[in-house]
């Protein structure tokens, strides 16, 4: 396996900052969504759209204003999103200046993008979204590979088992999140001691205050 991939951490500073120098090799920043509406870390993020809730437009656009002096740092913004329909998401990505302009964007992968001509040419980052078991599918994978033969940064959504992130670490994947990974230090903890960490760093930028 090469390179683990890194988490962002839907959390606060201070559990973004802890999580950080406890496992350097796994987490590289903070992830942000109109959900939770924690304060920008002052480090590397992305910026998660809400919608496998409930998209909240008016949130999500408060939180893209509220982390406009941060842009530089930010790997991503998703882009609208309608879990487990590839269709509908590739319609909404068309009118995605609706709700994001002159951010990264990142397209969210859904059931049945296989069958779809992707535009990669207009995404920064693939966001692999999808309900179980697509979300592990050969389909799936496939479009790993190809975005990261074409350059682009690769996210994974709802990694929380050891299984799932030594999966998308094998084919390359660049970031991932998981709710379990935020809120409990046992399962980053589960997946960091089977994981091969040697020789590898972490990409998160000093943050003010940390130890």
Known sequence: MGAPVKFLIDKSKEHVVRKASLYPEFVCGQ?????????????????????????????????????????????????????????????????????????PVALVAQDGFEDFDIPWGELDCLFIGGRDPWKESQASRDLVKTAKILGKHVHVGRVNTPRRFDLFSSIGADTCDGSGVAMYDHMLERIASGGDTHGQTSFLPTVEGAA
Do not use: M
């Open 31 to 103: 992830l942000l969504t109109p959900l939770t509406r924690y304060a920008n870390a002052g480090a590397t993020f992305a910026i998660d759209n809400g919608a496998f809730t409930r998209f909240d437009a008016r949130g999500f656009d408060s939180l893209l204003r509220r982390n406009e002096e941060h842009k530089d740092k930010c790997l991503f913004v998703t882009v609208p999103d309608v879990v487990g329909s590839g269709r509908r998401t590739l319609e909404i990505w068309r009118h995605r200046s609706v709700f994001c302009q002159h951010w």
